[in-house]
């Protein structure tokens, strides 16, 4: 008995399940070290991670939520030390 896969059986959900999880956790953590370092850039990749995590239906949705919410502080974060310093970036 020989098996073939034909191209319109659908593959196997859990390597796409398994990248979105992977996509939440890495919202989350980029999310956390933007709110120190390069938060212009590391801020709006967790938002993107974290939203295409959310998209694709991740297990682990409170971490891409909270990946989402880094992202979005590491923004606040950002304007609120530009206009207190009236520069584009900030250090300690």
């Given amino acids: 008995m020989q098996l073939t896969a034909r191209a319109t059986d659908r593959p196997d959900a859990a ?32 938002i993107i991670l974290a939203t295409a995590a959310l998209w694709r239906g991740t297990t682990r949705r409170g971490r891409a939520f909270l990946g989402l919410g880094l992202g979005v502080a590491d923004l606040v974060v950002l304007v609120a030390f530009m206009q207190a310093d009236s520069t584009i970036s900030w250090s300690f």
């Fill in 15 to 46: 390597p796409t399940r398994r990248d979105a999880d992977g996509m939440a956790v890495a919202s989350f953590i980029l999310g956390l070290v933007g709110l120190l370092v390069l938060n212009v850039f590391l801020g709006p990749i967790a």
